[in-house]
């Protein structure tokens, strides 16, 4: 059974960076698809990005394009997301999940990882 782990949470100042990471135990295969979202209270879960195991294509919500990235290392089974220029509004709780390809939803989801960020 696929899991996914993240970590790598915490609380930093606006303008500051993070990096989650989301190992995943389990077998990706090639169309499998690793993406992160996030959801504070109250609120609907914010797409903010995804990565194909197979290649390089990464994709972004639009809140934060040019700050964000999404990586993987796949010797380590772990998919990495870089935020930068972190703003107040960023301060959500951090999931990843993982889709079988990209024409499927995400089926297996981590705990989260909460990211507070103190202006």
């Known amino acids: 059974q696929v899991q996914l782990r993240e970590s790598g949470g915490g609380l930093v100042q606006a303008g500051g960076s993070l990096r989650l990471s989301c190992t995943v135990s389990?077998?990706?295969?090639?169309?499998?698809?690793v993406g992160w979202f996030r959801q504070t209270p109250g609120q609907e879960r914010q797409f903010v990005a995804s990565i194909r195991w197979s290649d390089t294509r990464t994709y972004f919500g639009d809140s934060v394009k040019g700050r964000f990235t999404i990586s993987k290392d796949k010797s380590l089974n772990t998919v990495y997301l870089q935020m930068n220029s972190l703003r107040s509004e960023d301060s959500a709780r951090y999931c990843c999940?993982?889709?079988?390809?990209?024409?499927?939803?995400?089926?297996?989801w981590g705990q989260g990882n909460q990211v507070t960020v103190s202006s």
């Open positions: 999940a993982r889709s079988s390809s990209p024409f499927d939803g995400y089926h297996t």
């Open positions: 389990g077998r990706l295969y090639s169309s499998s698809v």
